[in-house]
């Protein structure tokens, strides 16, 4: 086959391979729909499905102004002040030209589609930016590699309707746009990772992570010595456009220049044109003026710089760090300053299993990857480098930032395994017959120069000092052929492969972990990743599959059943859900922008009755919603999460919720007989085992905690069940009234039940 054959073939199959690659990426998203139906996921997707909804329906000016009155009772919350709302634009916008092209599809599915389209892309952004770092061939494995690795399956399923549906995305196009802006030195690329940036701001918090990573690598480059009018065009197009671009987003707004997550590219941006106008300088005066202006220059920079960041900060104008910041570097500093941030457990440390079922055979290639890039160290490995040290901690303090780790080690483990089969699949015969072949050439050349002899005196002395001459002549030449060699040596295959059967069996090796690795994604995408929190699947006793659809069940009844201003207090993590599934008013939701608004409902959840029902009435609460898994066995239910409650309601009210009187004198988490009496008595303990033991007829255990209950179980006063789901995991309780004969609530309860107390005789 000619080269030109071997060319035009290889211009069809590559995009189609990316086709392809992208058919199988969306496809593998679908596990949740097949087996279940079009539905939105987890729980911050249905905050964002519901304001799509409302952007749908009244446009992006009402969008952009909306106050929603329904959550934060009775605070309420400015919606577009407080969003990302590039995926509720992206989805929007995608609704409305294929409604323009006469495409009647419902909103509904545009989101619950959005993240496995997104996918696609993704693994194309994977295939360029692998290709600025080697070949296509590794691009083309890093796109399959990213398009089904777990690691990133997991927040793109179809229903996850959550920002990192698009912001991976934006994440790898942007940095493959930042690296062609530095190949090229073109401010066109510049503008566009600019653009791009400002689109992962409007979709996602975690474009602080480009924020502090390019700059980075713009510092790193500038300390190598790197510096070129490259760098500086690139790096200032994208640090002046994004950062003006950014800006317009509300919930941005000044915190480029105010807040220290962003201070790192502002000083990087001014020290870079500090360093260009050096080289200016450099050139108009002369070295010695140049070293005395150097020396005044950076000295008077130094003392500016740091008297006015210690001004601005002491003032307040630069904000310190965040808690969530401070939490990425002390895996402790959440749980004792911030509970609420430590109670999230997409917020905890990853276990070193969960790098092995998110990545399988690419862990183990990514150390690989990343030292071919050291071999290399052009400036784009360097990038490559850098954020593979950065990712790799962020990821092993936060289970949820395993997300920006897996595009880089689809990246390198790519690398690595292109290199694999470049050694194992072309010949290098050629390679070793050239170097010996120039060997032998120069012995040859060195033979004759040494039979010429001279056959005169004079010619001898002539010869003699042409001799020496020569000879140094020759020995540069040789120290540069030396150099020469070693460089081709260095980028030809140092051990070239010969035997057919060793090739064969690394690449039937290398065949086998794809064929592996292929299975592994599919198996923990299909049984761990697809599988929408609000419908629950489960195994019975004689293999059959048992559906558990209690939440929708129960906010069905809560639509249908109660008025439309009607306000359900639950924990934070079912805001969103009920929100948009029962359209009623909640107190608190997964925004968690409120400490004290969260603490407040924690403190009704872990205090007595008495102290309880203040709060409910306060808020005008009329529902209480819980989960129970006690019946089942789920292990996410609010007892489980209770502690947390507890914890944060201390930090709040210290005096009235102590976090040591839940636990048993041995230091014990206890339900059953041991349980504290604070415990028993705690408005969440009531609510969960209410009439819990007479469903098992006095012998009732809580299948979550192993615990078997007391035959008795609690009575309420203040709540009376308004409705159970089927399998007991969803519990809604109504808030009773005040008793229209102004008796307490407990008096009341008491006669009702038969219970009158006795009076004194006079």
Known sequence: MTVETTNTVARVLKPTILIL????????????????????????????YRTTQHLVKNGFYDF??????????????VVGGTVYPGIMVTSAIIHNVLHFFNFPVDIRNVCVFLAPMFSGLTAFSAYLLTKELKDSSAGLLAAAFLGVAPGYISRSVAGSYDNEGIAIFLLVFTFYLWIKAVKTGSAFFGLLTALFYFYMVSAWGGYVFITNLVPLHALTLLLMGRYSNRLYVSYSTFYAVGTLLSMQIPFVGFQPTRTSEHMAALGVFGLLQLYAFAELVRGLVTPKQFKTLLKAGVSAVAVIAVIGLTLLSLSGVIAPFTGRFYSLYDTGYAKIHIPIIASVSEHQPTAWTSFFFDLQMLIFLFPAGVYLCFKELKDEHVFIILYSVFASYFAGVMVRLMLTLTPVVCVSAAIAYSTLLDTYLEKSEHVLGTNLKSHTTNDNNGDASTDAKPTSNGAKKSHNKNAKEAKATVAKVDAVESKAQAKAAATAKRFPIFNWDSRAMVILQLTWFLFMFAWHCTYVTSGSYSSPSIVLASRQADGSQMIIDDFREAYYWLRKNTKEDAKVMSWWDYGYQMAGMANVTTLVDNNTWNNTHIATVGKAMSTSEEVSYEVLRRHDVDYVLILFGGVIGYSGDDINKFLWMIRIAEGVYPNEVKEANFFTPRGEYKVDHDATPTM???LMYKMSYYRFAELYGGNAVDHVRQARMPSEGPKLSVL????????WLVRIFKVKDLDVLGRSLFDATDFDQGKVRKTKKF
Do not use: C, M
């Open 64 to 77: 952009w102004n909306w106050f929603d009155e329904k959550s934060w009772y009775p605070l309420g919350r």
């Open 21 to 48: 690659i992208a058919l199988v990426a969306i496809s593998s998203r679908l596990f949740s729909i097949i087996r279940f139906e079009s539905v939105i996921h987890e729980f911050d997707p249905w905050f964002n």
């Open 680 to 682: 028993k008595n705690s």
């Open 720 to 727: 009376e069940e308004a409705y159970t789901t089927e399998n």
